[in-house]
């Protein structure tokens, strides 16, 4: 198994095979795990120019994601992290989270998180700031991550 390698794009210069495997692990994932319909992940922020798709890739295919969409000029939203099945708990998704934070080292960043992951984004100083919401039959809370 050839070392993850993480990247880091913008939908522009993304080849079009990565970017049909960051959207088959994301339908894996959203769709076929949590049972999540298509208009929900895909939401067209995918396109908008300022969007950051971060992705682990290992022997050249894609194995964990995450995307980042500019809210407004200091505030950052994380969003769409999955990591197939096989390959959770190995720190992908810690490691995209990181990433992104140094990323964004000076601005705000926002994200939903799934309710029984609030602990885990808190270990990456993430704090909640609003009351739980179901979002497609999961509870979410809304997390917060200051500069």
């Known amino acids: 198994m050839q070392n993850p390698v993480v990247h880091d794009q913008p939908i522009n210069t993304i080849q079009p095979r990565t970017m049909y495997q960051i959207i088959k692990l994301r339908r894996e994932v959203f769709g076929d795990e949590q049972g999540i319909g298509w208009a929900i992940d895909l939401d067209d922020r995918d396109l908008e120019r300022n969007t950051r798709h971060i992705w682990i890739e290992i022997d050249k295919k894609v194995?964990?994601?995450?995307?980042?969409?500019?809210?407004?000029?200091?505030?950052?939203?994380?969003?769409?992290?999955?990591?197939?099945?096989?390959?959770?708990?190995?720190?992908?998704?810690?490691?995209?989270?990181?990433?992104?934070?140094?990323?964004?080292?000076?601005?705000?960043?926002?994200?939903?998180?799934?309710?029984?992951?609030?602990?885990?984004?808190?270990?990456?100083?993430?704090?909640?700031?609003?009351?739980?919401?179901?979002?497609?039959?999961?509870?979410?809370?809304?997390m917060r991550h200051e500069p």
């Open 63 to 142: 194995e964990s994601y995450l995307r980042l969409t500019e809210e407004s000029h200091s505030t950052w939203k994380l969003g769409r992290v999955a990591t197939r099945m096989q390959f959770r708990s190995q720190g992908f998704a810690g490691r995209l989270n990181r990433h992104a934070i140094e990323r964004l080292s000076r601005k705000c960043i926002i994200t939903t998180a799934e309710a029984h992951l609030e602990n885990w984004y808190a270990s990456f100083d993430f704090v909640p700031t609003g009351s739980t919401l179901v979002i497609a039959g999961i509870t979410h809370i809304e």
